[in-house]
């Protein structure tokens, strides 16, 4: 079920009238936010509850295993199911094709005459999602961070809580297992605030992303031809705003969701294009994904425990994997390099050309990070070396006898619209939107968001699949 | 924090904006229109799934889809067919799928509109991906789309506002179709986009406009698109999408089906085109010979030959009601259809 759609609407008023309602207690009430989160996922493919369903028992039971097992082997032993199981889901169903592909390329490289039928596995939506929250149970159960959830209701509302369930914010256990232990209701100035977010994170999603921005990329990434430099870097920004607007707005319409039933989730963006350098972008980008790889790959990996050259393998490696979990395909890969290399070119240039950032250069230095993630946005869209490579010539040659696929009204649009999202998280780049929110007369802020939900309701859109449902 | 200001606030502005937002459009003499899309379309689909040998289907492009009205048919047959005809489309795509995925035994009305119907085997090919994906829809859609598609059918009923026609009309009011309106300067070589000139049911019985046949400057926005059609279509491609064609027919005849091919009526430069491109002896009166099936041509009938389509291609509601009951009284007396209603 996606947020943006008629269907959605009808669920949550239906999930808000009983949670509100006397009719239930809260073991109740969970116990039917459960249901609502399995007929949520259901909706799209019924029989593929049937993994959310094994993640959950498999994980539950090594949780509580690890929890009382003293044996060193014995607990490994859980952890290891645990990994074993999760990874296991997620390299047949997402990695499958893609392993087998390579295989075959390989054999055949070597001279083995090798063909294989693709497999063509239907991919769980939200996969990634789910199986990192869950592990992240496991692990941190297994370092002894967190205790087991203390029932199996609120474990299976943690791996399954809808508005969270198919596209993040990963959240920790013990961010959210533990308030589920007792009772929440939002008050009225919460519940508000969440619907004015689902307001938010809708406009992102139907107006900026899929009506202002989606098109023009996809003209240009699905061209097929040799462009202008101007079409090439019109199509990748479309991108860049789409991708961040599409995802921004899912988070921002999930952490809505969950507020007005009373329970808070973690920030997942925090005006990243406006980042000076890439580190502070991976601080402000999708933040529950860059901590779990930080928490669960990057540290164990070595970190920067044991020196430089140990700290860069590691950075390196999180990198490509973290390109790897997006998507199943090389492009993925190189697009996770590339942001590897820039951190390390980031902390040699902090080692060896230090430099003070002040208000004068500090726009500027958030341009050429901006431009910089441009370029890997290529990647990330391209989905082959092909369309990549020719998108980059194009832009780096400034090619001006290539195709042009664009119209001038769409080179505008698109121009406006980055410069004002360069703009706006330029400006709210030290705040927050809560902060502005107090500032603003309540009529302004009424004004605002009658504006949002006119044109939420005057572009429709129909229905389009969130971009990271896939990941 | 006086969130609760804010969101009176909101919601009396955004109800009052969405209230002039309607009635402007109204002014503007529009009216709550069903989208014919692919939910639209996967529903009738689903009906082949419990149809029985009494039951007809209409296969084919726009022809079929705006000349045979369902009242008319369902009056003088006793049968109400399912409407699965698709504009701008070939019906390769779904007689192949209505031919191998189900045991379908009953009537198929076939439209054939020669310049879709032998244009390509390609599947990237707008003629084929445009059924083909309508196809994959039916077997591919959740359950969240089927409901979200009864959700949205009492608003398109009854508000103007939603008019997002997958169709890309260059009349439809939504905010992608608004600026898509917009153009500046001449950087890329003018796009023609269509009016929506069709008025559709939920079984997808769809007619024409009235001011299509009224207004003569609506009329030349809709000539203008099948000048640019015509402008920019490749030569079709015969011997391959009729053996195509011809094997699937005779799949379905050996099974029992009834298989019926149908020509609607075209007027002004598609007559005349089609009739040059693809003349009737060399693609009609071909497809009848190696398929032993029953055809219907516009042209053998005194009562159709003189029909004259307001924008070349399609007929008047008016028209189209005559067209319908006269081919059924015809088929009926042909033996091709049974009357229903008297048996």
């Known amino acids: 079920m996606l947020f943006n759609s008629l269907s959605f609407v ?8 009983l949670y509100y309602s006397k009719i239930f207690n809260w073991t109740n009430k969970k116990r039917m936010l459960l249901l609502a989160s399995y007929v949520f996922y259901g909706m799209w493919n019924p029989p593929l509850v049937v993994l959310l369903w094994i993640s959950t028992m498999v994980d539950w039971t090594a949780g509580n295993k690890l929890a009382i097992e003293e044996n ?21 169903f997402k990695y499958g094709d893609f392993l087998l592909e390579n295989f075959v390329f390989l054999v055949n490289s070597i001279g083995i005459d090798f063909q294989a039928q693709p497999m063509n596995i239907i991919l769980p939506m939200g996969i990634s999602f789910y199986t990192f929250q869950t592990m992240s149970y ?25 508005p969270q369930l198919v596209a993040g914010p990963i959240v920790r256990a013990k961010d959210l297992i533990t308030q589920f232990y007792d009772e929440k209701k939002a008050t009225a100035n919460q519940f508000i605030w969440g619907l004015f977010l689902l307001t938010i994170g809708l406009f992102q999603k139907v107006v900026m992303a899929d009506t202002l921005l989606a098109d023009t990329s996809d003209a240009v990434f699905g061209s097929g031809k040799l462009l202008h430099g101007i079409d090439a870097w019109i199509g990748t920004i479309a991108f860049s705003g789409q991708i961040f607007f599409d995802f921004a707005g899912y988070s ?20 990243p294009y406006a980042s000076l350098g890439f580190s502070e972008f991976w601080k402000r980008w999708h933040i529950s994904l860059s901590s779990w790889l930080k928490d669960y790959l990057y540290i164990p990996l070595g970190g920067n425990r044991f020196g430089i050259t140990r700290m860069y393998v590691a950075l390196i490696l999180t990198m490509l994997l973290g390109g790897l979990w997006h998507g199943a395909a090389w492009t993925f890969i190189v697009w996770g390099g590339l942001h590897g290399l820039y951190l390390i070119l980031e902390k040699l240039q902090k080692q060896y050309l230090p430099f003070k950032i002040t208000k004068w250069n500090g726009i500027f230095l958030a341009f050429i990070t901006f431009s910089c993630i441009n370029i890997t946005w290529v990647f990330f869209r391209a989905r082959e070396f092909n369309t990549a490579w020719s998108m980059i010539k194009s832009m780096f040659y400034v090619q001006m006898d290539g195709e042009k696929v664009l119209s001038l009204f769409d080179i505008i649009k698109v121009s406006t619209v980055i410069a004002i999202l360069f703009i706006c998280h330029w400006l709210m780049r030290n705040t927050s939107m809560k902060e502005v929110s107090l500032k603003t007369s309540p009529w302004v802020l009424g004004i605002v968001w009658a504006i949002m939900f006119f044109i939420i309701c005057i572009a429709q859109g129909n229905g389009e699949q969130f971009i990271y449902f896939q990941f | 924090m006086k969130l609760k200001t804010s969101l009176i606030v909101a919601l009396s502005i955004g109800i009052i904006g969405l209230i002039a937002w309607e009635s402007y459009w109204r002014s503007q003499d529009y009216e709550p229109n069903l989208n014919d899309d692919k939910e639209l379309w996967a529903n ?24 045979i009205q369902l009242n008319e048919f369902e009056a003088e047959t006793g049968i109400r067919p399912v409407q699965l005809a698709i504009a701008g489309a070939s019906p390769l795509p779904v007689f192949h799928d209505l031919v191998h995925n189900t045991g379908f035994k009953g009537t198929i009305i076939l439209g054939v509109t020669t310049v879709l119907t032998f244009s390509t085997l390609y599947p990237k090919a707008m003629p084929w991906d445009r059924p083909q994906s309508k196809v994959d829809h039916f077997y591919n859609r959740t359950y969240a789309q089927r409901l979200n598609h009864k959700l949205s059918l009492p608003l398109q009923n009854n508000f103007v506002f939603m008019s997002a026609d997958e169709e890309l009309y260059i009349d439809d009011i939504d905010l992608k179709s608004l600026l898509r309106r917009i153009e500046i300067g001449e950087r890329v070589p003018e796009t023609v986009y269509l009016v929506n000139f069709q008025n559709t049911t939920e079984d997808r019985n769809t007619s024409m406009l009235n001011k299509t046949v009224t207004d003569s400057s609506f009329t030349r926005r809709v000539t203008n698109f099948w000048e640019f059609v015509m402008k920019v279509s490749p030569p079709p491609d015969v011997a391959p999408t009729m053996e195509y064609l011809v094997n699937d027919a005779k799949d379905f005849i050996n099974r029992g089906g009834n298989l019926v091919f149908l020509r609607c009526p075209s007027s002004g430069p598609f007559r005349g085109g089609e009739a040059q491109i693809l003349p009737r002896e060399t693609v009609w009166d071909e497809l009848l010979r190696q398929t032993n099936a029953k055809g219907y041509h516009y042209e053998d009938y005194d009562q159709f030959k003189n ?9 008047s509601l008016k028209d189209a009601k005559f067209f319908t009951t006269e081919l059924a009284k015809i088929m009926i007396e042909d033996n091709v259809l049974t009357n229903q209603k008297t048996n």
């Open chain 1, 138 to 162: 496991t692990i941190d159960t297994y370092k002894r961070k967190i205790k087991p959830a203390k029932t199996f209701l609120d474990f299976a509302l943690y791996v399954t809580f809808f």
């Open chain 1, 252 to 271: 921002t319409c999930a952490i809505g969701i969950a507020l007005m039933l009373g329970i808070i989730l973690p920030d997942n963006f925090k005006y």
């Open chain 1, 10 to 17: 009808a669920f949550l008023i239906v999930v808000l009238a």
């Open chain 2, 307 to 315: 029909l004259v389509c307001p924008e070349w291609s399609h007929l």
């Open chain 1, 72 to 92: 060193q082997k014995k607990r490994k032993f859980w952890l290891l199911l645990s990994m074993f199981v999760n990874l296991g889901f997620l390299a047949f």
């Open chain 2, 44 to 67: 009738q689909r689903a009906k082949v799934n419990n149809a029985s040998e009494q039951d007809i289907l209409l296969l084919g492009s726009s022809r079929i889809l705006f000349d």
